[in-house]
């Protein structure tokens, strides 16, 4: 019983922390079945709260999930160049391979975690108090 008990706070640990460190949209398939443009990537919903995001988060990054398939690859490849184009850092957008195929592409907007969280460390501050 106890190891289901630490096995469910884990879990527990693991969605808080990605939730509070990262968000995700589902880039939608209409997206690559007409010509695309900056403007149809600015507008495509999903996309312009993820690099909204990315702007208002200095040290944040991208990563774009696909799967494991050439379409789905160059569609991954195709959007972090338009990605760039609309002022996102190259050395800020990254590429993985972990989706289903014939999934919809998605992008992560990965947040840095907070020093205070690292390595269970508290703020110099916090310890003091």
């Known amino acids: 019983m106890m190891k289901i008990g ?15 460190f990262g968000q995700s949209w589902e880039v939608s398939p209409e997206l690559w079945e007409k010509p695309r443009s900056g403007v149809a990537v600015r507008t495509q919903a999903s996309l312009h709260q993820c690099v909204e995001a ?3 988060q200095p040290a ?16 991954a490849e195709e959007l972090r160049a338009w ?3 609309l002022a996102v850092e190259a050395a800020r957008i990254e590429l993985a391979v972990d989706l289903k ?7 992560e907007l990965i947040s840095p975690i907070p020093e205070k969280f690292r390595n269970g460390q508290k703020d110099r501050n916090d310890s003091k108090n």
């Open 83 to 85: 990605l760039v184009a």
């Open 6 to 20: 630490r096995m469910m706070l884990l879990v527990w640990c693991g969605l808080a922390i990605s939730q509070a």
């Open 60 to 75: 944040a990054r991208i990563l774009i999930h696909h799967a494991d398939n050439e379409e789905s690859l160059l569609q």
């Open 54 to 56: 990315y702007l208002a």
């Open 101 to 107: 195929p014939n999934r919809n592409l998605n992008v």
